[in-house]
């Protein structure tokens, strides 16, 4: 493998803390403490990782309701997420968004949507926005395979093709759009042969791979931010858990999970690096310290944090208080 | 030692049912292991314990269906812990019970506590509610319904709002207007062209009172059939124990006879029930709870009549707070509506004023009232021996229709008794 | 004197002139001058960067529209006319509206949407409606509906200056209207309702197309010896309820006319209004005129039936008269 032990070490370390910080919301989630929706990103964290780290800190991300492996590499402190899936004041969307809705001005961090196939419009705005402004941004926006269905998507790709907006389409192909398999919801299971209708270069790679994705992500971002024209990548990739917390997975058998499974990204990761001798288990050990140490005190955090007050309610419905 | 419990599997699940264990007591279990099968509406799902130990005791059964935080096991930090077996024992103190008919009993008409406080709350009282629940309970509903006025039995008029307004500040009786507007309505026009009545100064309140006081006693004039029963009561005894107890109290807590003669009437009127009633659309209502009203001389004229209620209840020493509280409130107006109108007899005490007797007018709907003089030293004979003694001269007012002498003078009698062992008050 | 449409334009020149950060994005706003010739000469004048023709694709380019506010510009996105504008529904309830509030107040969508809306073109059932009380009933968002020359002017350049999406109702009938317009003169607030004629027996409250309407009412029942006054609502997110209140407390009857359909309108809306704060002000019912509830049809005497005209109004006016 082509990678530094240290450089080796932060993909590793990334995908351990999102793997910890889900398997605490889960639990946290059936105690009630997280309420609403929750869709963990277990067993999709290599496609989080190896992108985020191939984007540069002021490339915009527009991303779904199942964000948190996005928002936590960005750079969203743990215990912002953790404070705002609880709905606290001190949360990163200050308690009013929830595990759906992250939100980071200062990290160009563009939400955390629920609509499905919503974001992509908006991706294309804000390249607009840069290309107007003359700014070498990318803005990556990631979506579903669900997302592919919807008219947002073929529209997004032809309008930024069309005016050569700098977008870059991340399409997490999970294998389901919630409850349906991919080959029960698209007409054409290769999803990235779509995009090259509208004149949108599209690829593929390996999602539980983040080694792989990083570089593929690395290597279309930068065609985006040169050419200006958007590109389009699927990461094939596939959820370990349901799709939200309740979700008795009627549409899948768990032998398919199982076999799945078998490609957990940080389990491969770990056995490719051990094996090469790049890392040694105490590495891992003191990872694994430090994730469960950061969580821990990110639940501290979140319960630590104070409700907003209710006669702050109608703030930020607009720019001043109507009245 | 922690418990496991009823996991929220997803935003709208209030309750799962437990279809499976897939521990047994003894078992050791890690974080992350599956612990039970749990069922909800869209399907089966196998849940994870989030504690590493060993299954203590499992609560609740297999098929059991519980809200979300019921705790389903105990699960301990160490070995094997004692207890029943881990199938179908009793349900715990962390399953929720269903809440049954578990009322104190408090006598008197069937209602749950929350319904006595709210009874309480709207000053409604149990006895003249109609209970609409299983077996004449009295329900939540049942209380607001009694607390509610009479509906206003006048024909409604078709007039707007600002008419009406407008109506009300001239002092113009809408009820003879003409409409003129949309639907025959009266509108403000009507009003405005209608020839206001003169000019009147609005009443003051007292001479409102005063008008009232008036009509009311008129009405018992007319209505009804009064009958007098006088007898003199020696109070040598009651003063003489007053002075005892006032000497272990302090200033605001000492009582004063008045508080003696009222607890007295409230228990004779328990033992004589035909004087503790009203008179209503030509019926005697007898009431089972006794509530005596007081005469109360009102600043600047006016006289109330608001009842203590419950005058048979309670130490004499909250009565006596009760009792000051009432005339304070009485003075400031502050009155509830069911101190005005659940009085089942007034006592009228002038005794303040120093006079030796009072010959008082039934205040309708009552049908009885007890009149009180001064306490003063008259001479008296013990034991064959002229004395001075403080004696109080008492007149009962009596409804003819309702009672007669011989009951009136049998209520006297036991007033009288009462009054000559204060300490059973 | 200038026309509607000429004012839209004024303003749209001053805006693309002074706000480098604003652009003009929609259907045929570039070469073909603007589906009601509104932005004709524009894409001459400023080229293609800031007069931008999108494909149709309203839900995306209204994103869009979002997406290039939230990135720090002041787009003036057009949707041809409000019926198309369902298709972007999702984005303007699910983004424009919420993303101050849903972020925590860390972005904001200073985006302006322009629709051309309601009927009496013969133009048929897809292509006249009135929604503006479905955009008004979102809290996030704001809604101005300008009737007059001067307010298609003034509102425009405030919509643009709001840091809040603001969606601008301009009636297709008003168009080609005539008025002043004085590009000089300290504009009133966009936020506030206006009387546009005085009166003391029925307040007349109109917004947008039938505004005018109420104002040929009021000469009509002038005529007839009642005084009728005409409350132009101008804003509808927020409705000012202070002068709407102020109005029809000195006159104690209110007529509302709408070219929505009764149920659910904004005539609703403001009826409840009256109803909750001058209840004991009103000397008759409240009396809505609104297009009847029916898909709007081509015929041009079944058109003319639906929609509110001078006459249904002046009915109503004198039903809430009362009299003989």
Known sequence: MDISRDHALELLRDMIRIRRLEEKSAELYSKQKIRGFLHL???????????????????????????????????????????EMYGKANGCSGGRGGSMHLFSAERNFYGGHAIVGGGLPIAVGLALADKMKGQSRVTACFFGDGATDEGEFHESLNLAALWQLPVLFLCENNEYAMGTALWRHVSDRNIANNPPAYGVPADSVNGMDVVAVERAVHNEAELVRETSKPRFLELKTYRFRAHSMYDAELYRSKEEVDEHKKD?????????????????????DTIEDAAAKEIADAVEFAEQGEWEPIEDITRHTYARNLS | MTEFLMPSLGADMT???????????GDTVQHGDIIAEVETDKGIIEVEV?????????????????????????????????GPSGTGSEPEAGVILSHGASDVPLGGPMASPAVRRKAHELDVSLGRVRGSGEQGRITLDDVRSAALPAAASSERVRISPYARRIAAERGVDVSVLRGTGPGGAIQASDVLSAKAAPPSKPASSAERMQNAIAAAMTRANDEIPHYYVEHTIDMGNALAWLKEVNATLGVSERLVSGVLVLRAVARALQKHKKLNATWQAGKVVPSDEVHVGMAVSLRGGGLVAPALRNTNQGSLSDLMARMTDLVSRARAGALRSSEMTSATTTVTSLGERGVEAVTPIIFPPQIAIVGCGATLERPWVVGGQVVARPVMRVTLGGDHRVS???EGARFLSALDRLLQEPEEL | MTTYRDAVRTALQTLLREDKRAFLMGEDVGRYGGPYAVSKGLLEEFGEERVRDTPLC??????????AALGGMRPIVEVMTVNFSLLALDQVVNNAAVMRYMSGGQFQVPIVVRMATGGGKQIAAQHSHSLENWYAHIPGIKVLAPATVQDAHDMLLAAVEDPDPVFVFEHQMLYGIDGELDTTATPPSPWKALVR???????????????????????????????????DLRSLRPLDRGTLLDSVRRTHRAVVIDEAWKTGSLASE?????????FYDLDAPIERVCTLEVPMPYAKHLEEAAIPQVDRIVDAAKRSMGGD
């Open chain 1, 41 to 83: 990103y277990i067993g999709e964290e290599a496609v989080g990782v190896g992108a985020m780290h191939a984007l540069r800190e002021d490339d915009n991300i527009v991303a779904t309701y199942r964000e948190h492996g996005q928002a936590l590499v960005r750079g969203i402190p743990a215990a912002q997420i953790m404070a």
């Open chain 1, 264 to 284: 957990d990204p940080i389990e491969g990761f770990q056995k490719r690096l051990l094996k090469e001798g790049l890392v040694e288990q105490s590495d891992i």
């Open chain 2, 15 to 25: 309750a799962g049912t437990l279809a499976k264990w897939r521990v047994a007591t």
């Open chain 2, 50 to 82: 989030f504690e590493s130990g060993v299954v203590q005791r499992l609560l609740v059964s297999e098929g059991e269906r519980v809200p979300v935080g019921t705790a389903l096991a105990e699960i301990g930090t160490r070995g094997l812990g004692i």
């Open chain 2, 404 to 406: 007669n002498g011989h």
């Open chain 3, 58 to 67: 309203e839900s995306t380019f209204v994103g869009a529209g979002i997406g």
């Open chain 3, 197 to 231: 004629r005085s009166g003391t027996d029925v307040s007349l409250i109109a917004y947008g197309g039938s505004m005018h309407k109420a104002l040929g009412a009021a000469e009509e029942l002038g005529k007839g010896g009642i005084s009728a006054e005409v409350v």
């Open chain 3, 270 to 278: 403001i009826s409840a209004i009256l109803a909750e704060d001058a």
